[in-house]
């Protein structure tokens, strides 16, 4: 059973506006979340967190949500541009519940900002 | 030069033989890791390490197996390659700790014939 699902697979916008990817989490144990951003050819790359203590963190035009009540995170890029053309990952973790801090990788979305 | 290193980036082999992924880092940390990357599927843990006496099976470890030379390398093989494990391979290290931010290698692209 998926532990950390990313419904939309493919997410196409346009330059200049919001880019909102999202990720459904069903263990909530989860302490800490976290979005990899991955380009063809190259190894994911950590691009932001937030911790099960905090609702939002922000990180220059990445912004990340988190609604516990309904296990439910979001990325928000703003302004998008094409250079964010990549998939995303949403992970999770649950330290202290056992997993000892490994990470749960959702199925990726695929971004494509057009110019 | 790259934090985490991963040889070969490709390899094409057959099925019945045995090949050796090999990950290098300089980062430093105690653990590491081997996830494949299918499509559509996401990054599944294989193996991982906490140091070099302490390794973990994953959730997809069958078919696989780990050495940890030493704190900087973690090799994964395959002992007897079949085609559905034809897949992306990358290797990761981490500090450890509540936030756990893994760094990644740029991967290893095999294909089993």
Known sequence: ?115 | DADVTQTPRNRITKTGKRIMLECSQTKGHDRMYWYRQDPGLGLRLIYYSFDVKDINKGEISDGYSVSRQAQAKFSLSLESAIPNQTALYFCATSEGGVRNIQYFGAGTRLSVL
């Open chain 1, 1 to 115: 059973d998926q532990q950390v699902k990313q419904n939309s697979p493919s997410l196409s916008v346009q330059e200049g506006r919001i880019s909102i990817l999202n990720c459904d989490y069903t263990n909530s144990m989860f302490d800490y979340f976290l979005w990899y951003k991955k380009y063809p050819a190259e190894g994911p790359t950590f691009l932001i967190s937030i911790s099960s203590i905090k609702d939002k963190n922000e990180d220059g035009r990445f912004t990340v949500f988190l609604n516990k009540s309904a296990k439910h995170l979001s990325l928000h890029i703003v302004p998008s541009q094409p250079g964010d053309s990549a998939v995303y990952f949403c992970a999770a973790s649950d330290y202290y519940g056992g997993s000892q801090g490994n990470l749960i990788f959702g199925k990726g979305t695929k971004l494509s900002v057009k110019p």
